[in-house]
């Protein structure tokens, strides 16, 4: 497990090694997480601090999730200054998954356009 320090702050994340295929697949089974993801993958490398996504939960719900998907490995969050900011571990997946984070977003923009609602 590594740790991010900027600004005196840490939040640990794990190796590319230690990232289990199980703790990814939850982390996405969540539609809250999974929404956090897919603007993250549309966003296409951009750190993006929390409150650019609009989540209709609680603060602390929200940092739930967050704190699942970067522990998980699915996501880095970082300090800059006083905004944490998030950004998809596209390589780290691909290179571990090959495939299954293209596949899983496909299938979720896919049931975002059956059910007529951005999830």
Same mark, same amino acid.
């Given at each position: 497990?590594?740790?991010?320090?900027? #600004?005196?702050?840490?939040?640990?994340?794990?190796?590319?090694?230690?990232?289990? !295929?199980?703790?990814?697949?939850?982390?996405?089974?969540? *539609?809250?997480?999974?929404? %956090?993801?897919? =603007? !993250?993958?549309?966003?296409?490398?951009?750190?993006l601090?929390? #409150?650019?996504?609009? !989540?209709?939960?609680?603060?602390?719900?929200?940092?739930?999730?967050?704190?699942?998907?970067?522990? #998980?490995?699915?996501?880095?969050?970082?300090?800059r200054?006083?905004?944490?900011?998030? %950004?998809?571990?596209?390589?780290?997946?691909?290179?571990?998954? *090959?495939?299954?984070?293209?596949s899983?977003?496909?299938?979720?923009?896919?049931?975002? =356009?059956?059910?007529?609602?951005?999830?």
């Open positions: 497990m590594t740790t991010a320090t900027t #600004s005196g702050r840490t939040l640990a994340h794990p190796e590319p090694a230690d990232i289990r !295929l199980e703790a990814v697949l939850h982390a996405l089974a969540d *539609p809250m997480r999974m929404r %956090v993801v897919r =603007e !993250l993958a549309r966003e296409d490398g951009a750190e601090s929390c #409150s650019y996504f609009a !989540l209709p939960v609680t603060k602390s719900t929200s940092t739930h999730h967050f704190r699942v998907l970067r522990e #998980s490995g699915v996501i880095r969050q970082i300090y200054g006083t905004a944490k900011l998030s %950004v998809l571990r596209r390589d780290d997946l691909d290179t571990l998954f *090959p495939g299954l984070l293209d899983v977003l496909a299938a979720a923009t896919r049931e975002a =356009e059956r059910l007529g609602a951005d999830t």
